[in-house]
């Protein structure tokens, strides 16, 4: 049986989702929540090349050089992919155990320039924000209403920007990533699909890879 890649999860799966990712990363704050939601739900739309004005470097180059480094740092993440956001839509695929999987770079690429097709909504996202909301606030007591409230302030929600994670975040998380159409993902690489993770109440289960 495939995972229902363009279904809705239902409340009960994205809870699981949102409190999977809230207890495996007690470093993340507020700014973390929102990213992780925002490219589950858009996609990483500004990719690295618009953040930090490589444009005239080609994203090969960039994915390839990032596999260099972590190499050369013999580390590299114990997961292919992980998903990101509640929608369903995207997954975090970590570059460097994505190529020792033996799977091509440029294909990699590829998807990434391909995933913006499967950009999200943005009343899907504020409504996944609000139950980000409250879970979170249940999970993390030191986290109050105010401190959610102060950051869309901040951020001029209703724009919904895109936003780096935290300093804090991103050392405890630091492989080298890209977020790509979870749908293009397990069509060119259905080797990897996991049913559980976005179902796991469905009783179908196998192995990441």
Same mark, same amino acid.
Request: overall charge negative; hydrophobic content about 35%.
């Given at each position: 049986?495939?995972?229902?890649r363009?279904?809705? *999860? ?17 470093e993340?704050?507020?700014?973390d =929540?929102?990213?992780?939601?925002y490219?589950? !739900? ?27 480094k ?14 990101m956001g ?12 994505? $190529?020792h999987?033996?799977? %091509? ?5 590829? *998807?990434?320039e391909?995933?913006?097709? =499967? ?9 996944d924000?609000n ?9 993390? %007591?030191?986290l109050?209403?105010?401190? =959610?409230?102060?950051? !869309?302030?901040?951020?001029? =929600? ?5 936003? %780096? $994670? ?10 080298? $990533? ?10 060119y690489?259905p080797?990897?699909e ?7 109440f469905?009783g179908?289960?196998s192995?990441?890879?």
């Amino acid at each position: 049986m495939q995972t229902e890649r363009e279904s809705i *999860l239902t409340n009960k799966e994205k809870l699981f989702l949102l409190t999977k990712f809230v207890e495996d990363h007690p470093e993340a704050e507020i700014q973390d =929540f929102y990213k992780w939601l925002y490219y589950g !739900e858009f996609g990483m739309e500004e990719s690295s090349l618009i953040m930090t004005g490589r444009q005239s470097i080609p994203e090969l180059h960039i994915v390839l050089s990032e596999i260099k480094k972590e190499e050369s740092e013999t580390r590299e993440s114990e997961l292919i992919w992980e998903p990101m956001g509640l929608a369903a839509r995207f997954v975090k695929v970590y570059v460097t155990k994505y $190529y020792h999987m033996d799977c %091509p770079v440029k294909r990699l690429v590829n *998807l990434l320039e391909r995933s913006p097709a =499967f950009r999200g909504a943005r009343m899907s996202f504020k409504l996944d924000w609000n139950l980000l909301k409250e879970t979170a606030l249940e999970l993390r %007591p030191e986290l109050s209403r105010r401190d =959610f409230i102060n950051f !869309e302030e901040r951020i001029n =929600f209703h724009q919904l920007p895109a936003l %780096p $994670y935290t300093e804090g975040y991103a050392e405890k998380n630091p492989f080298a $990533y890209r977020v790509v159409s979870q749908k293009l993902f397990f069509d060119y690489f259905p080797e990897f699909e996991d049913n559980s993770v976005f179902h796991p109440f469905s009783g179908n289960e196998s192995i990441i890879g």
